[in-house]
């Protein structure tokens, strides 16, 4: 599925018919579905180029002769956000591949399974606005296609259903974010003062590129030498273009480095850590 995958199947669908959409479909298959689980619960993270790949899990009951080969038909997990299934802003589908599932429980009509796929989001191909770092929901798909190509009796025929559930779940989609830092002077005198410069900047899928991200609040922290943890200085907010500046007396060798937050749209990142001699 591309960009408006879901509204382009049903939309698509109507305009071949030239029909106002039915309250229901008399061949729909019978299909119930459990929640559906997105990268464990935990944030997808993108950045501008590299595509990221988290697992899905779901569950479902279907009927015992409904039998899902992947081949004539096909149940997928798709992301969306937007204002509803039918109108969704964009769209993100599970893997194409045949899902790993488990038998779960039967009766004589039903077939209970607990699935598991992947589902890649490639910021080059998805992603292409700020709007896209949100909450998103989970919908199930189901397709099947029936075609007679033999041509020899005069007639040909090709047929397709699409069905769509959700919401199901949610996953949350983030920005990317960097962070630098470096402490100048190197090395420096014991009680002088110490100039310590870095930069946020988040993914912009509009650009492709990383932006400042002003106006965000970021720790700097310290370590000494031979010590196991960090320790909070200051808090600094960034400015143009991300910048971050703030300084410190210098007391003893130690790490210094900047760590931030994260906000609903944007991951945390703590920087690589900048060590400094002191005389």
Same mark, same amino acid.
């Given at each position: 599925?591309?960009?408006?995958?879901?509204?382009?199947?049903?939309?698509?669908?109507?305009?071949?018919?030239?029909?106002?959409?039915?309250a229901a479909l008399?061949?729909?298959?019978?299909?119930?579905?459990?929640?559906?689980?997105?990268?464990?619960?935990?944030?997808?993270?993108?950045?501008?180029?590299?595509?990221?790949?988290?697992?899905?899990?779901?569950?479902?009951?279907?009927?015992?002769?409904?039998?899902?080969?992947?081949?004539?038909?096909?149940?997928?997990?798709?992301?969306?956000?937007?204002?509803?299934?039918?109108?969704?802003?964009?769209?993100?589908?599970?893997?194409?591949?045949?899902?790993?599932?488990?038998?779960?429980?039967?009766?004589?009509t039903t077939v209970?399974?607990?699935?598991?796929?992947?589902?890649? %989001?490639?910021?080059?191909?998805?992603?292409?606005? &700020? =709007?896209?770092? #949100? /909450?998103? +929901? !989970? @919908?199930?798909?189901?397709?099947?296609?029936?075609?007679?190509?033999?041509?020899?009796?005069?007639?040909?025929?090709?047929?397709?259903?699409?069905?769509?559930?959700?919401?199901?779940?949610?996953?949350?989609?983030?920005?990317?974010?960097?962070?630098?830092?470096?402490?100048?002077?190197?090395?420096?005198v014991k009680g002088?003062?110490?100039?310590?410069?870095?930069?946020?900047?988040?993914?912009?899928?509009?650009?492709?590129?990383?932006?400042?991200?002003?106006?965000?609040?970021?720790?700097?922290?310290?370590?000494?030498?031979?010590?196991?943890?960090?320790?909070? %200085?200051?808090?600094?907010?960034?400015?143009?273009? &991300? =910048?971050?500046? #703030? /300084?410190? +007396? !210098? @007391?003893?060798?130690?790490?210094?480095?900047?760590?931030?937050?994260?906000?609903?749209?944007?991951?945390?990142?703590?920087?690589?850590?900048?060590?400094?001699?002191?005389?």
């Open positions: 599925m591309r960009k408006l995958a879901i509204g382009a199947a049903v939309s698509g669908a109507l305009a071949l018919t030239g029909l106002a959409a039915p008399a061949d729909s298959p019978d299909l119930t579905f459990g929640a559906v689980t997105v990268n464990n619960g935990k944030p997808i993270v993108v950045g501008t180029r590299a595509a990221v790949t988290v697992p899905v899990t779901y569950s479902f009951t279907r009927p015992a002769d409904l039998v899902i080969d992947y081949k004539n038909n096909f149940l997928g997990i798709v992301l969306y956000r937007g204002k509803s299934l039918i109108e969704p802003d964009n769209a993100l589908d599970s893997s194409s591949k045949k899902p790993a599932c488990t038998t779960t429980a039967t009766t004589d209970a399974e607990s699935c598991s796929t992947k589902l890649t %989001v490639d910021p080059r191909e998805y992603l292409f606005e &700020g =709007a896209d770092a #949100t /909450t998103w +929901k !989970a @919908s199930a798909f189901y397709v099947e296609s029936a075609a007679d190509l033999d041509d020899s009796d005069g007639h040909i025929s090709l047929h397709t259903g699409f069905d769509a559930w959700g919401p199901l779940g949610t996953a949350k989609l983030q920005r990317l974010a960097k962070a630098t830092v470096n402490a100048t002077p190197e090395p420096v002088g003062t110490l100039t310590v410069k870095g930069g946020l900047t988040r993914a912009d899928w509009n650009t492709g590129k990383y932006a400042g991200y002003k106006g965000q609040k970021a720790t700097l922290q310290f370590k000494a030498k031979g010590a196991t943890a960090y320790t909070d %200085v200051k808090t600094v907010t960034s400015g143009t273009a &991300g =910048a971050l500046k #703030t /300084t410190v +007396k !210098a @007391s003893k060798d130690g790490s210094y480095r900047y760590r931030f937050a994260g906000t609903t749209t944007t991951a945390a990142v703590t920087s690589a850590a900048d060590y400094v001699d002191v005389k």
